[in-house]
Each structure stands twice: as structure tokens, then as C-alpha cells.
């Protein structure tokens, strides 16, 4: 079985907003040969399906932003390979490849991964029931209404109302599917702002709140799904089309088959603030680190891993090591996960599990606090909570884990701030 | 080569075609192999039948694809037999025509004492079905096999001849063989009342009527109806049982190293955990008696069962990803043993109640059939089979090269290095080989079966609607 070899200095894993941003940082700096591995025929990750706005600064289509960020890591020098996977690895550094012109090895330096996330289908949600057509994944939905032209269907049930429920009723829209319904097992809907345009994109769609999909109906294709209530009462909702939105999770295959550590809570690879993973030279960004923060954090976050990446090729980096960081319910998540005195952050990512009236967050090592913040407004479940970074400097590197905790108003443990 | 999916069966202007020698209704992977077995005679001219759009649409794609020992079958019941003559038969075909089996050997792990004491049984039982490489072993020795196991294991029988295998592949080879070697197959073609007209079967299908001088029942859940059309009575009834499964991620695969059976006792059958050649993890299946022959759904009880258990014998299964949940139906009955009966002077034959093992036994049963047809009806001229050419199915399993492996096969072909399917490491050359091939998919479905395409954890996220453009386009590559 014969591999054409070669090495390079970086490679970098995925063409989304993450890894474009850092082949770019790589090359604009002269990192010589920085070559970005590209499984889909398109490189741009994600928003080359997301034909609704709201991406990058000025809040362009995602085509657009993706053909920017594509042309911009072009324009630096980096090369963007695609049709071609990262299959496994041959050593630590070095990458196996398919593509159509057949298998590689690939040795490099350094790697960067920015494989993305994904949504959570139908079957990892355990929903019951029969397993007919039509049940999908907003990915899956962007990719059939505006890269196919498909036909979807006539009447649509949409699952989770998470911010991405927008995405999904923008693309139902477009396809001329009437939305019967908009569920979530939460107690109030989480679209926030972009709830605003949902509306009045889908002008009319109930909202169901308290409700939990209890079984999918139909052979051959789905012909509604069964809901039960908070009070217990079952209701069906007929429908030939069902999207399950939100509950990303971390396409973490490649960084697993490497050895590289997971966060127990993303579920992706767990990096400092630098985002160094726990395998030398190999960094992760985007998100892979944390399914799903915006474009413009991915890129940012490949941005700064340019950085750390080049200061690892000429031996300048920090060292290596520093505590955990964990949280503790509700708290569901942190990202990065790892902390570095030399390592500065400037924010840090965090998921609750419950909704939060105006929390406030102690972050704690050893008994010792480092950090209080006060959260100027509701927490809700997947959405993006903030943590600023600077307490980082404070920590002690042979220390015990950091714990970031919510507080109540002066500092005790999670007071009256949950509801 | 025949295979037909609509229109009459009989076109009009052709007002008295020939009969067929025989007729096997069922395209599961029960009747494929008999057709196949059949086939083995070209002077037949032999008809498949099929209700569903594809082959093994029914319990056949839906089971624990384990191709047992019948070390723990009723000891002389003719299922016994068939299970310990048709494993030996299908692992030496799966050898020659590509069908994935990976000999894992399988660990029935004993959790109490009941359980424990359960073992010596159940070698004496292996002994008496003519297994003899079975043996017990005690708790340290399980838990060294098995790392990952969870806490209070007492021991185990350990069955190194249990091996576990595609049941796709295996019905689609049969049917492959079988079609290429003259056999008509006809899909969406439910029979639907059977008469007797001058010594023939005269079917009368959802595709209109045919002929037949033999009939071969083969349909799975409903060979009793069938029974009962065919002879106005017959002698058992099918009570469907269903098996529920959940499907665990590829990155589960190592966690497991055996089949981990359950060690039946008075109080019930457990459930197992199993590794898939795709390289998934299987955990199931429940049993549950129900009448409706159409319940493959999934349930929440049924589900959150077997989480229950799958905790205890792998706690760390149930931190990764689900790809799957499934149901099948056992086409149990009151009988104790399988079903199959020839009515010499109905020129039928009846294949029922093939429970838990028709996987394994398939090629067994097959050549079973063809006995008692041989015997029943001297004027098919059983005589001189002949070897049918071999057939080599594309590979789905994990323990060879998959084709974006090989280099070789790229280079003859870019396709092959075209991966649609990521979650998979699905070619757009093997999914063109599926839509052009002997017996092509009708689905999505169908197509997932045949290359492995959307069946990964992301469930079509990336590639959902990559894939369904190229079934949709397939046109491109071939007559449709
Ligand atoms: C439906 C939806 C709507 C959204 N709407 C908005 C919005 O309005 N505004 C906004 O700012 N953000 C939005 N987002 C989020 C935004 O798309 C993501 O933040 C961004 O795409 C993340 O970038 P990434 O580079 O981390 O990952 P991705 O964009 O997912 O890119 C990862 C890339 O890696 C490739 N890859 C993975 N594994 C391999 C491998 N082994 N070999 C080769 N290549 C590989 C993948 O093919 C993919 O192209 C939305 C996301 C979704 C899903
Ligand atoms: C949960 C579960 C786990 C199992 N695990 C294993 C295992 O590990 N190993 C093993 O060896 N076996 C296993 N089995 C058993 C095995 O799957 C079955 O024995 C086997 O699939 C039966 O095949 P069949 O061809 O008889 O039935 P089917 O596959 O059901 O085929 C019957 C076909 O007949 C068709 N049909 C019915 N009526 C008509 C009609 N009137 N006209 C035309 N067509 C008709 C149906 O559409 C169907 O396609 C398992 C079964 C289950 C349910």
C-alpha cells in the first residue's frame, strides 16, 4: 500500500472559519509551507451552507464569509488542499491522507486542528419510535435547500430552540416548507435576539415550550411526531419532515485516534490558552474546543493559535503543564480548560445547564480565590456565557485545580441566582 | 439477469408465459439462500418474491449479525443442526466472497451466583451440540480479556467459535449469486392469495398473477398467513418478539474485545454487547412478545432498559455517542424449534419459525430445502448441481482495506479516493458500484446497507445531501 511522503511545517485540519483564520496568521508571518487539509469538496466549513446573515462583523450571508476567509488564507500563501481527509495519524506529527489522487503521509512540525461540530441526530437524542425519511439535522437541511436545490418536504416540526433554530427555519422557508411547530424541552425558547428575525421569518410558527419529543411516527417517511408535556399530557403534531437542531457536539475523531485528551465537559480536546492540546505540537481551535460559538470567535481563536503556534516553532512558547480548570454544576462547561500562568486569555467560554438570573462567577484554586465576576444578565442554557481572562497570571502552576463555581451576591455558593 | 421492481409481472401481449419451476417467497436472508441454492440447477426456472422494494428489508437487516456456534441450541433439534452445519457453510463463503466475519470469539460473563452456577450447564450443553472448545474461566481471567467490564464479575464461558458478521452483505451475496445466475427477482411484489390450478400454484401478487409448479414459503414473520393461504390451515403461529438495539460510535470499538453474551437463567435472558465488523458496538437486543408484525419501532422503555444494564456489564460505554437504535423482530412461535415442513403432494414447502439463528443457518436451511424439494418433486431434476461463479461483494468491514485504504484501487479510479461519507470513510466509487450494481438499492436505506453511506454518528449532517443527489443522479451512472 504505497503513500506518497512529504513534510510541510504546518498542517492545519479543516477548512471552517478556525483553521482558514490560522493558516492565514501562519502564513502572513512567513511560517513556510502551511497547508490547510479540506475533506469537502468547498473549503469554508460551516457557513458555506448558512445562506442566512449574521456572520463576521458586518453580519454578511455565510457564503460570502466563507468566500472572504477562503480568499484571505489564499492570499497569504497558505495552501488550501481539498477533497482531502486527514484519515489518522502515522506519529505524532505526521498525518495520514485520502484524496484523489491517492494516500499521503504528511510529517509537519506542527498541526493545528479545527475539524468543527456537529449537531447530535435523531438516534444519540435516544428519540423513540419508528426510523422513517424526512428526520434531519439543520446541517443536513442548509446542505439539501441551498447547495441541492432538494425538495424537503411540506410540513416541518423543528426541535430545539437554540440559536440555530433560525438557521433551520431560514432554510425550511427558503424550500417552501410550512414550520407546524417550534419544540423545546426548555421552559422558554433561547433564540434571543435572533428569535426576532426567526419570527419574522416564520411569521406565525408555535412556539412549544416544555416539550420533550416522545416518539417519531410514520413508515417510510415521518408522519408526526408525538410530544409530551410538562404535565404529562401526549400530544402529535403531524408533520413529514422533522429537524433536530442544536446539541453540537465536538467532532473530536481525529484528535481521539491521536491520543489527544478530551475535556470531560466539551467533549473536545482539552488546550490551554494557547491552545496547546495535551500532545506537544499539536494545537486545536474553534469548534472542535467548544460546539458552537460564532464565526468570528473561531477565526479569532485560529488567529491567536497562529500565534502560540509560531512561538512553539522557534522555541519561544511558555512552558508547558498548569492545572485543570473545572466547573461545577450548573455550570456544564469551560473553554479553554487548562491554565497557564505565562499563558494570558482573554476570555474564556462557559455553558450552564439551567438559566441564571444575573449570576456571579468565582473562579477558586487550592481555597484560594482568584477571580469574581458579576454577569450583568441572564445565563441561558446554550448560550455563550463569558469569563474574562486575566486572573490566569494569578495561578499557581503546581497547584490543584482551578474551580470556577457560581457564587451568590457576596460570594457564598450558588445562592438565589438559579431559578 | 432479472430484477424487477414495477409494472405487471406478466406483460400483457404475453398471454401465456412460461411457469416458473418454483417460487420462493421472501427475499430475507432465509429465502435469498434458497434461491441461490436453487440457482445451483440452471434447467430451473426460478422466481424471487419480494413485498418489500429491496432484499433482507425485513428482520434481516435488523439482528445481532453474530454467526453463533449453536453451542447453546436445543441439543438434537433440527435448529441445532442447521446452526452448527450453516456456520460452517457461511464462514467458508463469507470467506470466498468477501462477506466481513471477524472470529472474536464470544465471553458469557456471569454477574451472580444464579448466573454462575448457570455454566457448567451450559458447557454440558456446548458438549452435547457437539462444541467442545468451549471452557469455563474464572473472574481474573474474564477481567484480563476484558479490561473494561464493570465491577463484580464471577466468571465466564468463554466460546472462542462465536464470530460476529454483515448480515447486509451476506443476504445481498445470495441474492447477487442467485440473480446472476438466472434467478428473476421481483420486488414490491407482495403475494397475496395462493389457488391451486391444474397442479400448479397459481399466485395472484400486488404486481399481478403467476405461476409456479413449486412454492417455497419464505416469508419471515408471515409464513403462517401464508401457510394458511397456501393450505387453508397450518400449524403454528408466528408471535413476533422484538429486539431493540443501540448502536454505539466507532470510537467505542475498543472498549470491547469479545461478544459479551448474557448467561441465561430461569429469570431471564440479559442482554449482550458486541462489536460490529463496521467497528460499532451493538448493545441489546430487549425481547418482547407483541402481535403487531409491523412494530419495529423503537421505545423508550425498551431503550432506557438497556442503557440500565449496558451501564453495568461497560460503564464506559455509555459516555459515547449513539449512531443507531433499532428494533427487529424474531419470528418466534409456539414451537420450540424451527418450522419447516414439506407438503409433498402440495409441491410446498414451508420455512417457518426461524427465530434467533436464520443468519447462521441460512445457508444450511437452504440446502435443507432443496432436499426435501429434490425428494418431494422428481420432475425438477435436482440431480447435478452445478458451482454458480463466484461473487465478490465490495468489503464493509473494518478488518480489511476499505477502498479509501487502498491506493491501488485510487489509482485505477479517483472515485475511490473520494470520500463522501466522512463519518463512514464512504467512497463516491462504492456508491456508484451500489447504484450500478447486480441488485441496487431502492433507498437511502438501502444504499446505506449496501456501502455504509449516512450510517455514521453524525447521521447525515455532513453528508446527507451529498448522498442523496448521487442516488437521486443515478441515472448518470447506469440505467436506473
Ligand atoms: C446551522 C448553523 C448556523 C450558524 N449560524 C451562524 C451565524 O449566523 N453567525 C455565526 O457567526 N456563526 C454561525 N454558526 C457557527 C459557525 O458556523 C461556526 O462557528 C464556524 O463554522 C466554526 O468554525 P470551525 O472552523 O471551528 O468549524 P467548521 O466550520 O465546522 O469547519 C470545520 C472543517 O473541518 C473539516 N474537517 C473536519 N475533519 C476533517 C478531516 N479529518 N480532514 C479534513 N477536513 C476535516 C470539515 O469538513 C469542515 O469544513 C452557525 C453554525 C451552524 C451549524
Ligand atoms: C433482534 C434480533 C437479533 C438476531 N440476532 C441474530 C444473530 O445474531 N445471528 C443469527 O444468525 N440470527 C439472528 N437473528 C435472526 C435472524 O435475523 C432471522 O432468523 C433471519 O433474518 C430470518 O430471515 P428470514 O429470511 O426468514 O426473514 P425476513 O428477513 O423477515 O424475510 C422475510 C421476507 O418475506 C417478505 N414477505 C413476507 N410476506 C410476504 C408476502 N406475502 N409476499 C412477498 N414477500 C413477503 C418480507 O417482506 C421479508 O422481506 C436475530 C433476529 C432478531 C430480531
Redesign the pocket.
Known amino acids: 500500500m504505497t503513500r506518497r511522503q512529504r513534510s510541510v511545517d504546518v498542517i492545519v485540519v479543516g477548512a471552517g472559519p478556525a483553521g482558514l483564520a490560522a493558516a492565514r496568521g501562519l502564513a502572513d508571518h512567513g511560517v513556510g509551507v502551511v497547508e490547510v487539509l479540506e475533506r469537502e469538496a468547498v473549503a469554508g466549513g460551516v457557513p458555506r451552507h448558512c445562506h442566512h446573515r449574521g456572520f463576521g462583523r458586518w453580519g454578511v450571508t455565510g457564503p460570502q464569509y466563507a468566500a472572504r476567509t477562503v480568499e484571505a488564507a489564499l492570499g497569504s500563501g497558505a495552501r488550501v488542499r481539498t477533497g482531502v481527509t486527514a484519515t489518522g495519524w502515522a506519529g505524532p506529527l505526521t498525518l495520514d491522507t485520502t484524496g484523489p489522487h491517492g494516500l499521503e503521509r504528511i510529517a509537519a512540525r506542527a498541526v493545528v486542528l479545527a475539524t468543527g461540530a456537529r449537531e447530535r441526530p435523531r438516534s444519540a437524542r435516544l428519540v423513540p419510535g419508528t426510523r422513517p425519511a424526512g428526520v434531519l439535522t439543520t446541517g443536513e437541511l442548509q446542505q439539501a435547500v441551498h447547495l441541492h436545490a432538494q425538495r424537503v418536504g411540506t410540513r416541518a416540526v423543528v426541535v430545539g430552540a437554540e440559536p440555530v433554530g433560525y438557521a433551520a427555519l431560514s432554510a425550511l422557508r427558503r424550500a417552501g416548507v410550512t414550520v407546524a411547530a417550534l419544540t423545546t424541552e426548555e421552559p422558554r425558547h433561547q433564540l434571543g435576539r435572533a428569535w426576532a428575525a426567526a419570527a419574522r421569518l416564520g411569521h406565525g410558527v408555535p412556539v412549544l415550550t416544555g416539550a420533550t419529543v416522545a416518539e417519531l411516527l410514520g413508515r417510510g417517511r415521518v408522519s408526526g411526531v408525538r410530544l409530551r408535556h410538562r404535565d404529562g399530557r401526549l400530544t402529535t403534531v403531524d408533520c413529514d419532515t422533522v429537524v433536530f437542531t442544536g446539541d453540537f457536539v465536538p467532532d473530536h475523531e481525529l484528535a481521539r485516534r491521536g491520543g489527544v485528551a478530551l475535556d470531560p465537559g466539551t467533549r473536545g480536546p482539552a488546550v490551554d490558552g494557547a491552545f496547546r492540546t495535551g500532545a506537544d505540537g499539536v494545537f486545536a481551535v474553534g469548534n472542535v474546543l467548544h460546539a458552537v460559538e460564532p464565526a468570528l470567535w473561531a477565526a479569532r481563536e485560529g488567529a491567536l493559535a497562529a500565534d502560540a503556534v509560531r512561538g512553539f516553532l522557534d522555541g519561544s512558547g511558555p512552558a508547558r503543564g498548569g492545572p485543570a480548570i473545572e466547573v461545577a454544576a450548573p455550570l456544564r462547561w469551560v473553554a479553554p480548560n487548562r491554565a497557564v500562568p505565562q499563558v494570558p486569555v482573554d476570555a474564556f467560554v462557559l455553558r450552564t445547564s439551567q438559566a441564571l438570573t444575573r449570576p456571579v462567577l468565582v473562579v477558586t484554586q487550592d481555597g484560594r480565590r482568584l477571580h469574581r465576576q458579576y454577569v450583568p444578565r441572564r445565563a441561558l442554557p446554550n448560550r455563550t456565557l463569558h469569563l474574562a481572562g486575566r486572573w490566569t497570571r494569578s495561578v499557581d502552576a503546581t497547584g490543584g485545580p482551578v474551580r470556577i463555581t457560581v457564587g451568590g451576591p457576596r460570594g457564598g455558593n450558588l445562592g438565589a441566582a438559579t431559578e | 439477469m432479472t430484477v424487477t421492481s414495477k409494472g405487471p409481472l406478466c406483460p400483457e401481449r404475453q398471454m401465456s408465459p412460461r411457469p416458473y419451476d418454483v417460487a420462493v ?7 435469498t439462500a434458497i434461491a441461490r441454492e436453487l440457482a445451483r440447477h440452471p434447467h430451473l426456472h426460478i422466481a424471487l ?4 422494494a429491496d432484499v ?5 437487516k ?7 456456534t449453536g453451542f447453546d441450541a436445543v441439543p438434537g433439534s433440527l435448529e441445532a443442526r442447521l446452526v452448527r452445519e450453516g456456520q460452517r457453510l457461511l464462514a467458508a463463503y463469507a470467506a470466498e466472497s468477501g462477506i466481513p466475519v471477524e472470529p472474536v470469539g464470544a465471553l458469557l460473563v456471569a454477574w451472580d451466583d444464579a448466573q454462575l452456577d448457570a455454566l457448567p450447564g451450559l458447557l454440558e450443553k456446548a458438549g452435547r451440540n457437539g462444541y467442545d472448545a468451549a471452557r469455563i474461566i474464572g473472574a481474573d481471567e474474564t477481567r484480563a480479556r476484558e479490561p473494561h467490564l464493570g465491577p463484580g464479575v464471577l466468571g465466564a464461558l468463554d466460546v472462542p467459535g462465536e464470530s460476529i458478521i454483515c ?1 447486509w452483505t451476506t443476504t445481498l451475496a445470495y441474492a447477487t449469486q442467485a440473480v446472476r445466475s438466472g434467478v428473476e427477482l421481483h420486488l414490491n ?4 392469495t395462493v389457488s391451486s390450478e391444474g397442479g400448479d400454484h397459481l399466485l395472484a ?1 400486488s404486481r399481478g398473477a403467476l405461476r409456479a409448479r413449486f412454492l417455497v414459503n ?5 409464513a403462517d ?2 401457510d394458511r393461504l397456501v393450505l387453508g390451515a397450518g400449524d403454528f403461529t408466528v408471535t413476533p418478539r422484538r ?1 431493540q ?1 443501540i448502536v454505539f460510535d466507532e470510537l467505542a470499538r475498543d472498549l470491547v474485545r469479545h461478544i459479551l453474551l448474557p448467561v441465561p437463567t430461569a429469570l431471564g435472558k440479559g442482554v449482550l454487547v458486541a462489536p460490529t465488523v463496521y467497528g460499532n458496538v451493538l448493545l ?2 430487549t425481547a418482547e412478545d407483541l402481535d403487531d408484525k409491523e412494530a419495529t419501532g423503537t421505545t423508550a422503555d425498551g431503550l432506557d432498559g438497556l442503557l440500565t444494564k449496558g451501564r453495568r456489564i461497560l460503564p464506559a460505554l455509555l459516555d459515547e455517542e449513539v449512531t443507531a437504535v433499532y428494533a ?4 418466534a412461535t409456539e414451537h420450540d424449534d424451527y418450522r419447516i415442513r414439506c407438503h409433498k403432494e402440495r409441491r410446498y414447502v414451508t ?1 417457518g419459525g ?8 441460512s445457508m444450511a436451511i437452504a440446502a435443507h430445502v432443496a432436499g426435501l424439494i429434490a425428494e418431494a418433486d422428481a420432475g425438477l431434476d435436482l440431480e447435478e448441481p452445478v458451482e454458480p461463479a463466484p461473487v465478490h461483494m465490495p468489503n464493509l468491514g473494518e478488518a480489511f482495506p476499505r477502498p479509501y485504504q487502498r491506493a491501488d484501487l485510487i489509482a485505477t479510479d479517483p472515485a475511490y479516493g473520494t470520500i463522501v461519507c466522512h463519518c463512514e470513510r464512504v467512497t463516491r466509487g462504492e456508491i456508484r458500484d451500489a447504484l450500478i450494481s447486480t441488485v441496487p438499492p431502492a433507498s437511502l436505506e438501502g444504499l446505506r446497507r449496501r456501502t455504509r453511506a449516512r450510517g455514521g454518528r453524525c447521521q447525515g449532517f455532513y453528508c446527507g445531501a451529498a448522498v442523496r443527489a448521487l442516488h437521486e443522479g443515478r441515472g448518470e451512472w447506469g440505467p436506473e
Not at chain 2, 418474491?49 to 418489500?52: G, H, Q, R, T
Not at chain 2, 433482507?56 to 434481516?60: A, C, V
Open positions: 417467497v421472501g427475499a430475507g436472508v432465509v429465502g418474491l419480494e413485498a418489500s433482507g428489508d425485513g428482520t434481516s435488523a439482528n445481532t449479525a453474530i454467526l453463533h448480515p411484489t407482495r403475494v397475496e401478487t419464505a416469508a419471515g414473520l408471515n398467513v401464508l429486539g438495539l441489546g437486543p427487529g423482530l424474531r419470528a420455512v426461524i427465530r434467533s439463528t436464520g443468519l447462521t443457518a
